[in-house]
């Protein structure tokens, strides 16, 4: 094969159409005779409805419709519980409309359409909803109390689920360990915050019965199959589209979000379409968040610094619903090892309910929880024994001949927590070199001679990926050359236009620029199930790849019959297919796919000049012979993994502390990542930076702060900071690359990583600036504020 | 209770003439209409997004009379008599990405893309006011546009590239 284009840094074929303001997101889509939907939200965190009058904003001039919970008929129903779990006894989800009661500020009360969003909202102002305020549960701590009131009237103690799991024999380890220590650590709320807000249009058309939804989603194909059972429509007459998503990160792969449900209830309704646009208000008290954990944890370990078990309780804000099931929590539980030989660990988590918007992954998806205890737990050990910190990290390490390692634990998706592949000490070691860890002793000291604290720290994570049930792929050479390719997945930003492109490329042997990819849209590609967990790339990579593969093979009998040779020896390089060492006597892929396709009728340049060859004729019999299978060069494979498989990475960052203010900046921020084979390095690369700074944010910027009546009471980008450019430092980035084993081509997830370990090695790091104050951090997020109220609390102690 | 004759309707609408991307447009709006949503809905001019509506992102940003506005501040009759540049205008006619989209392609400057445009047009005034800018001037100058994908560093990397290349062909931004 001339050139391989897995690997390479290949420029986006996305992008000169997004920098030229030509990108198709759902608000950019207007349709003739559109209109526009607002919806009505709860301003109480808990409250009966004791009644609602929508008359005024009915008679308002330009509305045409106001629905609430009464209106909907059969479709208020709530909505379905997408991953339930023995130990979820207590699912709630909601429904499109509040019925009788409201559980959190920013539930959808009413929706209503008008000529435009501006009459909509003006309409919202006149519906008067008479509320009975409900005590609220505003955190972790009030939903646990005895005798808490109660977010849900029939679930006692706020309880939604209790889960234990064990391995090993963790409190005879702690009966005979030398040491061990008991800490409390906390992570609170943050939200995933995408550019581009939620947004959902719907166009009803009678005449051919047929619904069609573009939504800012990152799971069309499940939001298809649900919504054809809500409307009774035949699945192939409901039609959803991803079109361009300006960011997910995992708030956009709910289902159902009430508006995708109502938009299209009211383009059916009316017979005209409907757009209902997300603004950042609504997406900062109505969109799911995540995070909101605290961890009772149990450590023992041995004079050599060896980690002998773990036994950690928690418990997890789920907010106000479970549309997501126990995932968070479960993904918690299963990463809290890391890359460490732990072998004795206790894990027992119980979900509560709280008047808050309900939790479902955000990028990371539990994760930095998990690896924000253990590596907290890493560095007290290190401390406790005065040895250093990445050393106590290589005394625990599973080595490179362990694998596969069996963590002992169910995993999210049903399957093992059974790593594949990994070397965690090469990793290590690679970050102490860019980052001159071993040089940083006397760097601090320097520094600290001229009153400033600098701090390093390091947080290593192991991140299960590429999970299944399965995806599809479709790829088909066009009568011009051009291939097509389709999935079920989604992109929000990951370049898939580009790596699935070059995944389909090596197979055909043609440049990448000549794929062209579809994705997210139901009617092109039936089967699959979206991009979320880090594996897209994975799993729908492997199924384009079996697909090329398929078509490549198909390719070759196609030729061998032309050109009266062996498949085996027919060639595809460089957009031509010949018989080895004969490359003067070629065909075009277009030209072969049209010999593929045993039609009378065909037009167009390649197939005059197919004419014109002397080519073998059909064979006796049928036109097209059994063994070549539909028409075409056409292929559709689907691929499943076999259980997840577990990239890993670390990230070092030296930072600058001033204990007057408690200011932080970073000075250096190296990241090393092993996602097993890369396709494309730029883009890896690309998703750790933006990784990064996402976990930069949730470490020391972004803080969602819910007050005690459950009001969100920093829900704009002007309290709640997203970092900037001017905060977000340079990041060196490293790879090691284990491959997969389980997957043909080798690679694990990347998507998340980058925010994974950012909490953890921020917490070293400001522990270590702080050495000479004893401080040490058990929560996050921080801000300048908490920081120096740590350091004034170790003061007075 | 609200008052009848209390009823919100802002059904004044005003003529204005605005020049945008070089071409004159005259249109009836609405008094409250926002200058974005006059760009997108009125004048289908979409690649200018809307991320937050309350002029933090910059995601909205075009250029007025030549200055980074945002345009989610600004009512479309503000605008009355003023010359736009959108992304759209960037490009001109020709095939050719303008020197700093070329550049945002070729550092990955971009994933998504929804707050690209607004960048774009951000960096194109930067490099206007300061053609030769360090990473420090850079960083606090992208500082007022939000991006949740990239992280900024190749962003960075991007117009450290365009202001090169503008500055190497001579090539005043216009």
Excluded at chain 1, 375 to 387: C, S, T
Excluded at chain 2, 44 to 56: D, I, K
């Amino acid at each position: 094969m001339a050139t391989r284009w897995f690997g390479a840094p290949v420029q986006r074929s996305e992008d000169p159409r997004l920098l030229r303001g030509k990108g198709n997101y759902v608000d950019d889509i207007d349709l003739p005779g559109m209109l526009q939907a607002a919806v009505l939200r709860s301003p109480h965190a808990h409250a009966r409805i004791v009644s609602i009058d929508s008359d005024p904003a009915l008679s308002l001039p330009g509305v045409h419709l106001v629905i609430t919970a009464a209106d909907l008929g059969e479709v208020l129903e709530p909505s379905p519980l997408l991953i339930p779990h023995s130990a979820l006894t207590q699912p709630r989800t909601q429904l499109p409309l509040a019925l009788d009661e409201v559980h959190y500020v920013g539930q959808a009360v009413a929706f209503v359409v008008a000529d435009d969003r501006y009459i909509a909202e003006d309409a919202l102002e006149l519906i008067d909803v008479e509320y009975e305020p409900l005590p609220v549960i505003h955190s972790l701590q009030v939903a646990s109390a005895d005798n808490a009131p109660l977010v849900h009237t029939d679930v006692p103690g706020n309880v939604a689920a209790h889960f234990i799991q064990n391995v090993g024999n963790p409190d005879s380890i702690f009966a005979s360990a030398t040491h061990s220590i008991h800490e409390t650590m906390s992570i609170e709320r943050g939200a995933a915050m995408p550019m581009e807000c939620r947004g959902v249009l719907a166009r009803w058309e009678a005449h051919e019965s047929m619904l069609t939804c573009w939504i800012s989603t990152q799971g069309p194909i499940p939001i298809r199959n649900g919504l054809s059972a809500i409307f009774h429509l035949p699945e192939h007459k409901v039609r959803v589209v991803a079109p361009d998503v300006g960011g997910g990160f995992g708030t956009k792969i709910m289902l159902f979000y009430p508006e995708e449900i109502l938009t299209p209830f009211a383009a059916i309704k009316l017979g005209r379409p409907v757009k209902w646009i997300e603004d950042r208000r609504e997406n900062f008290i109505s969109s799911n968040q995540e995070r909101g954990q605290t961890h009772e944890v149990e450590y023992a370990f041995d004079d050599q610094g060896v980690l002998l078990a773990v036994r950690d309780t928690f418990v997890h804000d789920t907010g106000a619903y479970t549309p997501y099931g126990i995932i968070v929590p479960i993904i918690t539980a299963c990463s809290l090892p890391g890359p460490y030989r732990l072998k004795h660990y206790y894990s027992e988590f119980t979900v509560l309910y709280t008047n808050k918007v309900p939790v479902s992954p955000y990028r990371g998806a539990g994760r930095p929880h998990a690896v924000f205890v253990m590596e907290r737990i890493m560095d007290r050990i290190a401390k406790e024994l005065n040895m250093d910190r990445c050393e106590v990290r290589s005394r625990n390490f599973i080595r490179p001949d362990e694998f596969p390692w069996d963590v002992g634990f169910v995993y999210q998706d049903g399957g093992p927590t059974k790593y594949d592949s990994g070397n965690y000490q090469l990793g290590l070691d690679k970050l102490k070199v860019l980052l001159d860890y071993d040089n940083f002793p006397k760097l601090q000291a320097e520094a600290r001679a001229q009153g400033r604290f600098l701090g390093i720290g390091v947080g290593y994570y192991v991140e299960g990926t590429s999970i299944g049930p399965y995806e599809g792929g479709s790829v088909r050479v066009e009568s011009d050359g051009r291939v097509f390719a389709t999935t079920g997945v989604t992109s929000q930003g990951q370049a898939h236009a580009t790596t699935f492109a070059q995944i389909v490329a090596d197979q055909l042997g043609i440049h990448p620029s000549e794929v062209l990819l579809t994705e997210g849209d139901s009617q092109s590609f039936n089967w699959g199930v979206g991009t979320f967990a880090s594996r897209a790339a994975t799993v729908a990579g492997s199924a384009l790849h079996l697909a090329a593969v398929k078509v490549r093979e198909k390719a070759k009998q196609v030729a061998a019959d032309l050109f009266e040779a062996a498949p085996e020896d027919i060639e595809l390089v460089d957009g031509k297919v010949f018989v080895k060492d004969a490359p003067h006597r070629s065909l075009t892929l277009g030209q072969l796919a049209i010999s593929a396709n045993p039609l009378r009728y065909a037009y167009g340049e390649n197939a005059r000049q197919l004419m014109s060859m002397n080519l073998a004729g059909p064979r006796q019999g049928p036109a097209l012979p059994a063994e070549r299978g539909a028409p075409g060069l056409e292929a559709t494979e689907f691929y499943s993994p076999p259980h997840a498989s577990f990239a890993s990475g670390v990230h070092g960052a030296i930072i600058d502390v001033d204990p007057k203010t408690g200011m932080v900046s970073f000075v250096k921020y190296v990241a090393i990542h092993d996602c097993g084979r890369v396709i494309n390095p730029m883009v890896v690369e690309g998703q750790v930076h933006g990784g990064v700074a996402q976990g930069i944010g949730g470490a020391f910027y972004e803080r969602l702060v819910y007050n005690e009546d459950g009001q969100i009471i920093n829900a704009s980008f002007m309290d709640y900071l997203l970092p900037t450019s001017a905060e977000i430092p340079s990041i060196t980035v490293d790879h090691v690359e284990t491959p997969s084993p389980l997957s043909p081509l080798g690679m694990k997830g990347a998507g998340e990583a980058g925010v994974i370990p950012v909490p953890a090695l921020f917490a070293s790091a400001i522990d270590d600036a702080l050495s000479p104050f004893d401080l040490r951090v058990l929560e996050m997020p921080l801000h300048p504020c908490r920081v120096y109220e740590l350091l004034k609390e170790t003061q007075s102690i | 209770m609200q008052e009848q004759d209390e009823t919100p309707t802002f059904s004044e609408v005003n003529l204005i003439s605005v020049t945008v991307n070089g071409h004159l447009y005259e249109r009836q709006v609405s008094v409250r209409m926002l200058l974005s949503d006059f760009l997108r809905h009125v004048l289908h001019l979409t690649g200018t997004h809307v991320g937050c509506e309350h002029g933090v992102c910059g995601c909205c940003t075009v250029l007025l009379n030549g200055e980074a506005v945002r345009s989610c501040l600004m009512l479309a009759v503000q605008s009355d008599g003023m010359a736009l540049t959108t992304i759209e205008g960037m490009a001109g006619t020709n095939s050719e990405l303008h020197p700093i989209q070329q550049a945002f392609q070729e550092k990955h400057g971009l994933q998504c893309g929804f707050c690209t445009p607004g960048i774009i047009m951000s960096v194109h005034a930067m490099l206007h006011e300061n053609p030769n800018p360090t990473e420090e001037e850079i960083r606090h100058e992208l500082s007022g546009n939000l991006c949740r994908c990239t992280g900024y560093q190749n962003i960075v990397e991007a117009v450290k590239l365009a202001a090169e290349r503008l500055h190497a062909s001579h090539m005043e931004v216009e």
